[in-house]
């Protein structure tokens, strides 16, 4: 049995400025220490917008909370003549530890390849930022079958750019586009295939425990009712929430999964 320590991250998207960033990340702090949450069993992470991550910081490290933040994009360069870029570098600065890359919406609203989904995968770990690799197949891929195929495809582009022993500090995310703010969840059942499919294209592409040590998220519509029968499966280490996340109930809720496991 692998020692993995479950991730539940809340991507918050184009929500939420600074001042409101502060009042739910206290918030969140105060209700899952009310209910004693152990954050060393269950990691907890929030990725808000650029523009919060700076009192985001001032609250995390002022008050000593035990939550982990990061950033949901960053630039594939370090400095330069990128306007309107944010480089890993000034993430790193500002306290991050984790940055989403390869969202599909990024892939999908901002024309995002695999070339450059891996080259800011690159840029993460150069900077010591842990990549959330996002990935996933869109509704027509799904519904002709060849979804395995599809985020395997997505997944070598990134590995395939990585020196082997950096592989075991990523986190993937299997976000299905079709669950996406839907309301359509994956199955559980869906979610273990797509998840176990990636375990091993990882054991193929890296080495040592590089397979056991990955975590694996699943993102698509994760709510409190559903959180505990995705997190069951034996591939899914964790969930990446879009609109539960910006709900404090919802997501401390989402990160107390364990409650509704075995009564
Ligand atoms: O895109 C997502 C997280 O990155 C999922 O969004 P929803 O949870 O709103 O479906």
């Given at each position: 049995m692998t020692d993995r320590t479950p991730l539940m991250a809340g991507?918050?998207?184009?929500?939420?400025?600074h001042l409101q960033a502060t009042h739910l990340v206290q918030k969140l702090d105060w209700s899952l220490r009310d209910a004693r949450h152990d954050f060393a069993a269950v990691e907890v992470v929030v990725l808000p917008p650029y523009t919060d991550l700076r009192s985001v910081q001032t609250l995390v490290q002022g008050d000593k909370l035990e939550l982990g933040y990061g950033a949901q994009d960053l630039s594939q360069h370090d400095s330069g003549a990128y306007t309107g870029e944010i480089s890993g570098a000034f993430l790193a600065k500002l306290g991050c530890s984790y940055v989403a890359v390869g969202h599909s919406e990024r892939r999908q609203?901002?024309?995002?390849?695999d070339e450059l989904v891996a080259a800011k995968t690159r840029a993460a770990l150069k900077h010591e930022l842990v990549p959330i690799v996002c990935v996933g197949e869109p509704l027509e891929v799904r519904q002709a079958g060849e979804h395995v195929a599809h985020v395997l495809a997505q997944v070598d582009a990134v590995l395939t750019?990585?020196?082997?022993?950096?592989?075991?500090?990523l986190v993937i995310a299997y976000e299905p586009v079709w669950a996406i703010g839907t309301g359509e969840v994956a199955t559980p059942a869906d979610a273990q295939e797509v998840c176990s499919a990636i375990r091993t294209r990882v054991a193929e592409l890296s080495t040592g425990d590089s397979a056991d040590a990955v975590r694996l998220l699943y993102g698509g519509s994760v709510k409190p009712g559903n959180v505990a029968s995705i997190m069951a499966?034996?591939?899914?280490?964790g969930a990446l929430v879009g609109g539960a996340s910006i709900s404090v109930e919802d997501f401390a809720a989402i990160c107390r999964y364990q409650q509704h496991v075995g009564g």
């Open positions: 991507n918050w998207k184009m929500n939420l400025d609203l901002h024309g995002e390849t750019g990585l020196d082997a022993s950096t592989v075991s500090g499966e034996e591939d899914v280490d």
